[in-house]
Structure formats: C-alpha cells, structure tokens
C-alpha cells in the first residue's frame, strides 16, 4: 500500500501540481487515475498504468495533428 501510495501521487505531483495546466497534462492525468483498479491485484497495476498512458498519448497526438491540420491554433488555458 504505502508504494501504491507512491505512484498514485507521483502521477498527480508529475503533469498537475505546480505546472501550468495545459489540455496533454489534464488529459493523462485523467486517463491515469481513471485506470486505477482500487479492488484489483496491485502487481499489474505499473504495466496497465504504462499501457494506458502510452496510448493516451498517442490518441492526443493523433488529435493534435488532426487539429493542426484542420487549422486550429494552440492556446493556454487559464488556472
């Protein structure tokens, strides 16, 4: 447990707490914490986490790349 605890506040601390909130970080944050299984077996828990970022990140760069083709232009959104 107390590693459990480990990475589920590496996963806030990393994209959240104390940098600016942009779509990517929000979104992997998201996706992260949603992947969680609270009553599943813990050993599986760091290779599903990966799994499910990776292919987070490859869904937000296929939309970002569809966006910039279509012509959307990037902008920050406020904290």
Known sequence: ??????IIR?????????????F?????FFMLIMAISY???YGILIPYL???GF???VGILIV???????G???????N
């Not at 990517?24 to 992997?28: D, G, K, S």
């Not at 959307?72 to 406020?78: A, D, E, G, N, S």
Request: hydrophobic letters at 45%.
């Open 50 to 52: 990966f799994k499910v």
């Open 64 to 70: 970002g790349l569809v966006a910039r083709a279509l």
């Open 39 to 41: 009553e599943g077996f």
């Open 1 to 6: 447990m107390f590693l459990f605890g480990i």
């Open 10 to 22: 590496s996963i806030y601390r990393t994209p959240i707490e104390d940098q600016p909130r942009t």
């Open 55 to 57: 292919t987070a990140l």
């Open 24 to 28: 990517l970080r929000v979104t992997l």
């Open 72 to 78: 959307h232009r990037r902008t920050l959104t406020p």
